[in-house]
């Protein structure tokens, strides 16, 4: 396997086929308490979490599991009727996770995933998910979001459906594996903006690659559904810019970006030596450390963030 690093984010990095292969063995422990066929759900988190709530309930609906919507937690509809809750947050700590479960108690079934068992969310919700083994040192989030999203896409694949075209997750991991060793050349290393792509579920994906992107390098970073970026985001692209598309392409966007002047990645496409998506993360995951390192920050240490946001008696 390629070095990546050194720095702790980058041990990290490397760990998730192995982290994403435990959550796969794992998934049965978890069945009674993960959302059931047929059931509406509502999933909610903060930050990186959000978005892989984004990409969990776009793959369980559209795999025929039942109506899902993702929410970051602060913005959650109370009221509104749900058969459960799901709240991913590593730290288990994250204030509008905790309080939100702690108001709707009670009312609604309840399961956390979280990577801590000794944190406030292990009170507030009805049942933990603690994936003790994918916690992190770092304050950037990627293998606990990744890992936490292999567990609940394991879990629909037990159910026997996941939409067309997704992977099975035994090729992910080894997809994962490949990941670690993808080349990262000029043309995006020294890239000085990003736009990130997605449709359905890898619209989650590219919200979380160019948030990583900004948090561990600080660099320019955009995010959109893939259909959308012809109207008006393509502005943005040019020479020394990248377009980059988890999935497959929708027809002629290839042809656009280079119209326009700008590098076209696209891993994840259906087509022979690609990656599945979630692996093509762990790609933009490694570009944002080297990013980091060849101007001069430390992706341990990123600028303006903590590990885990706890707001005080004040901050409404």
């Known amino acids: 396997m390629t070095t990546i690093g050194t720095s702790r984010t980058s041990i990290e990095i490397a760990s998730q086929p192995e982290t994403w292969a435990r959550a796969v063995r794992s998934v049965g422990s978890y069945a009674d308490v993960l959302p059931r066929r047929g059931e509406r759900v509502a999933v909610v988190g903060c930050g990186t979490s959000w978005f892989m709530a984004h990409a969990y309930a776009q793959l369980r609906e559209s795999g025929g599991h039942g109506e899902t919507d993702a929410f970051a937690a602060s913005e959650f509809p109370l009221g509104r009727d749900y ?36 944190t406030p969310v292990m009170t507030v919700a009805d049942h933990a998910v603690v994936l003790d083994f994918a916690d992190e040192e770092s304050v950037v989030q990627t293998r606990f979001a990744t890992t936490a999203l292999v567990l609940l896409r394991a879990h629909l694949e037990a159910e026997g459906a996941l939409p067309a075209g997704v992977r099975p997750l ?10 670690l060793d993808t080349p990262l050349g000029p043309d995006v290393s020294g890239a000085e903006q990003f736009t990130f792509l997605g449709t359905g579920w890898t619209y989650g994906l590219a919200l979380e690659a160019g ?23 393509i502005s943005i692209t040019g020479p020394g810019r990248v377009t980059w598309l988890f999935g497959p392409a929708p027809e002629g966007l290839a042809d656009d970006v280079a119209r326009v002047g700008g590098h076209f990645h696209c891993a994840s496409a259906d087509a022979p030596g690609a990656l599945d998506p979630l692996a093509d993360l762990i790609v933009a995951q490694r570009l944002a450390v080297r990013l980091a390192a060849g101007r001069g920050y430390d992706p341990d240490r990123p600028r303006n963030l903590t590990r885990s946001v706890i707001l005080g008696p004040t901050a409404a």
């Open 83 to 118: 058969d459960r809750v799901v709240a991913l947050t590593r730290s288990g700590t994250t204030t509008e996770v905790v309080d939100l479960l702690a108001k709707i108690k009670g009312s609604v079934a309840t399961t956390a995933l979280t990577a801590d068992p000794a």
């Open 211 to 233: 948030l990583k992107m900004r948090e561990a390098a600080g660099a320019w970073t955009e995010a959109y559904p893939a259909m959308e970026y012809r109207h008006g985001p």
């Open 170 to 179: 035994a090729q992910a991991v080894g997809d994962a594996r490949r990941a």
